[in-house]
């Protein structure tokens, strides 16, 4: 059944939750991000229509930092399920859905008979005639919610300026987090070191990013966008994931240990296995 299943319509396909529109009408999320986060983005994810949700499990890491999200889903009703990081590569929705193997599940998609193995494929087969699309009476309820819950978004993608030596970091849990202002900084955050975070540091025009290595994964994708981002001129590094907790940028700045450095990082002298404190003073 794997790799050969076609894309249903109720389906829909997204390398990072970060790419994830209010106006979306899939009720089933097949998405290359971790599968951590807080209340805040699960209500997020609810706000958008999504009932169902099949995420990377980032290695699961420090304190399960990146399976943390299945409770928080299941507070909000989502069915939700994290893959194999070593089944899938991590930002790579296409990937999720071809190749992922569920490795843990909320109690919602239990119930509904997915088990630890399935393949994604094979999970979504299970539940694809019971999960349906919103009601354009329930839309219109969300849209409502949503309206409401706007504060609680801007917690969400909430920003911290600190400074380790004089030198002005940016602390975040998320790059996809960043805005325009954030042009030239350097930036610590909680994402994995996948490509699509790397578009996101690309797209901001930061100066230096500091990533999870998500357990680092198949294929090397939880590391995959150092290369790319050096070609754009920006030193990047990721911190092993059982020293820092995915979606934690704060943990990341305060306990992360360099588990991979690309050469614009390596040309400063930073180190496998510096912290990133020690790594920010190279810099």
């Known amino acids: 059944m794997r790799n050969n299943m076609k894309i249903p319509d109720a389906i829909v396909l997204l390398d990072s939750l970060g790419d994830l529109q209010s106006d979306n009408t899939r009720p089933i999320l097949v998405c290359g991000s971790h599968c951590g986060g807080n209340q805040e983005l699960a209500k997020h994810v609810k706000n958008c229509h999504v009932k169902a949700v099949f995420l990377n499990n980032a290695g699961v890491g420090k304190n399960e930092a990146g399976i ?6 299941e507070a909000e009703n989502i069915l939700a399920c994290a893959v194999d990081h070593n089944s899938a590569e991590i930002g790579i929705a296409r990937d999720t859905w071809e190749s992922g193997t569920i490795s ?7 119930e509904l008979g997915i088990e630890i193995g399935n393949s994604v494929q094979e999970a979504v087969a299970k539940i694809i005639k019971i999960i349906k699309p919103d009601s354009p009476t329930q839309k219109s309820k969300n849209h409502t919610s949503l309206n409401r819950d706007n504060n609680s978004s801007k917690d969400l993608k909430q920003q911290t300026q600190t400074q380790i030596d004089g030198v002005s970091i940016t602390v975040t849990d998320s790059i996809t987090f960043l805005n325009k202002n954030n042009s030239g900084e350097i930036v610590v955050c909680g994402s994995h070191g996948g490509l699509s975070a ?3 540091a690309q797209k901001h025009h930061v100066k230096a990013v500091f990533f999870n290595d998500a357990g680092i994964g198949k294929n090397n994708a939880g590391v995959k966008s150092l290369e790319s981002l050096c070609d754009a001129g920006i030193l990047a590094c990721t911190v092993d994931c059982m020293s820092a907790e995915i979606f934690n940028g704060k943990d990341v700045l305060e306990n992360g240990i360099i588990t991979v450095c690309n050469q614009l990082a390596k040309d400063q002298n930073i180190k496998e296995k510096m912290t990133v404190k020690e790594a920010l003073n190279c810099i």
Not at 68 to 73: E, N, P, Q
Request: glycine letters at 12%; hydrophobic letters at 20%; a negative charge.
């Open 68 to 73: 943390r999200g299945l409770s928080h889903y």
């Open 104 to 110: 843990h599940s909320n109690t919602l998609a239990e």
């Open 198 to 200: 790397g578009e996101y």
